[in-house]
């Protein structure tokens, strides 16, 4: 799920802020772009595709925050 590659990349501090190249802090806003019906499978590639989450930097004074569908492109692995 999606929802939780997003969680997992925060709290591990891999969600880099493009402004200040901190790791983001929190994110808001989830929602699922596709209506796919989960099967219960597990994991696949394809299933961290198709959500769109408003991402917040939260450190210090930086303002930076954005709604993106493209979030996996902040993750620093
Ligand atoms: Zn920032």
Redesign the pocket.
Known sequence: MALNVIKKAIEEGKMR?P????S?KQFDKYVETCDSVWDGAGDSGLETKGAKVTLI???GS?E?RERTEYWSEYIDD
């Open positions: 802020c402004e200040c190249k901190g983001v930097c939260g450190n930086c930076w």
